[in-house]
DNA sequence: TGAATTTGTCAACACGCGTTGGCATTTTCT
DNA sequence: AGAAAATGCCAACGCGTGTTGACAAATTCA
């Protein structure tokens, strides 16, 4: 009777709570970093109710770390204004809901759990290098590696290392300063 | 008298092949996935030894993540060789002696890990920064976080995620694609 | 209302961790 | 050789972890 269509079922809500506080915490401290009880605490639950809904921290973790990096369509755009384009949507990504989106939870654990390590390549493959693919010629694959050197080195830095100067940069800096650099990637595999 | 000047007494022998243990560990599983148990087996000794010698986790891997990039002075080379000289210097030393420098080690536990994200902050604030510093005008800091931005990046798509096209990318096509990214980093600091 | 199902809590488990102190062994020095 | 010091192993501790099963409270349905 209550249940309007958008209305979730009471455990779905509590599904969900967990799931959120899972990507904030997953985000900030880490797959090893973040624990179960943090993870239950967090969403105001007990410990055993994340197993029992989830299965356990890994398939949680693999929930978490599977999100949609929402990439425009790189063709639609002018062939010189890729890069900064690319640059600025990520930073958006990034800076939008918090830290809590896919990349920076798979960047975080990337380094210490191998499961982190395979989401974010797989991540690459299914979404970054396709989008490169349709600019770039039969090279594609090194360009896109090449660019993901730069997106992620600036991702880690930025958010995860937290290095003063990079995160005192200004946002347009970033997207023209990066933006040139990935743009010189692109063109390069261009004839 | 078995001491020659240049013979380590036995328990310096076997605190070097603790650190060389730690070392190899931390750089390829970082700092939460490297268990002491594991380093004492590595060192062919007993946990027990490792505290004794070093006084705990912590402070060996402090010791371990502590070491000299050997940064070349940048000043004595030509202005615009200087970003393809940083790639082929850091390619080298990471790929010298089996990645057990001290870059990777901290890179891999900076993600999850307070004391070697500091130690990274650390590295860059006291050897890469200054090096910087001497080429860049007054916009140093930022032109120092942008060169990071770009070859912490590349250290981890290479080393750490093995994100495959990057692996694959020959070593002088790095140098010079990614050399010309830095090189213009610090050309644009440039009147 | 009363039975059945869902949703949640609690206590405990087995395990691996860093770390410690006691005791055996080896090396060093006189 | 014999005493003294260094070097090493062993067993165990306290702790936090992911996970489990039994039981209570709330919700749903007839």
Redesign the pocket.
Known sequence: M??SPTKK??????REAILEAARLLFAQKGYDG?????I?AAA??????????F????ALFARAADLDLRLPDLTALPRNAVGEALVRHFLTVWEGDGGTTALPIALRSAASNDLAAARLREIFATQVAPAIARLAGPDAPAVAGLVATQILGLAFTRYVLKLPPVVALPRERLVAEVGRSIQAYIDGARP
């Open positions: 209550t249940d079922t009471k455990s779905d809500r509590t973040t624990t179960v009880r943090d239950a105001a639950i007990d410990p055993a109710m994340v197993i029992r809904y299965g356990g921290k890994d």
